[in-house]
């Protein structure tokens, strides 16, 4: 399975962007979905997962309340709402899928798309 993530780019403090993961594949969605994030210098950490039927979601800490995951399984894709951006939401943000149900860990998630930078200015 491909993923392509999107959507990234350049806001303000306190601002929002969506990004968006579309898969090449039909089987997409029978799989948890997370979004990673990683900024420079740092380890890769979970933003936040949804398993595949979307009735389920998991959020770190540091964005609960202001990220919301979503998936619409007509269009393969799952979203990624960010609300009330700080700079330390800075990171290239990636999509991977989870054949084995939602994880938190990066070695749970077999299929990865490219990463799309977030720069949130203060």
């Known amino acids: 399975v491909q993923l392509q993530a999107s959507g990234g780019g350049l806001v303000q403090a306190g601002g929002s962007l969506g990004l968006s993961c579309t898969a090449s594949e039909r089987r997409f969605s029978m799989y948890a979905t997370g979004w990673f994030r990683q900024a420079p210098g740092k380890e890769r950490e979970l933003v936040g997962a949804?398993?595949?039927?979307?009735?389920?979601?998991n959020y770190s800490d540091s964005v609960r309340g202001r990220f919301t995951i979503s998936r619409d399984v007509a269009k393969n894709t799952v979203y990624l709402q960010m609300n009330s951006l700080k700079p330390e939401d800075t990171a290239d943000y990636y999509c991977?899928?989870?054949?084995?149900?939602?994880?938190?860990?990066?070695?749970?998630?077999?299929?990865w798309g490219q990463g799309t930078p977030v720069t949130v200015s203060s």
């Open positions: 949804i398993n595949w039927s979307g009735e389920t979601t």
């Open positions: 991977a899928a989870s054949p084995r149900g939602l994880r938190v860990d990066v070695s749970g998630y077999t299929y």
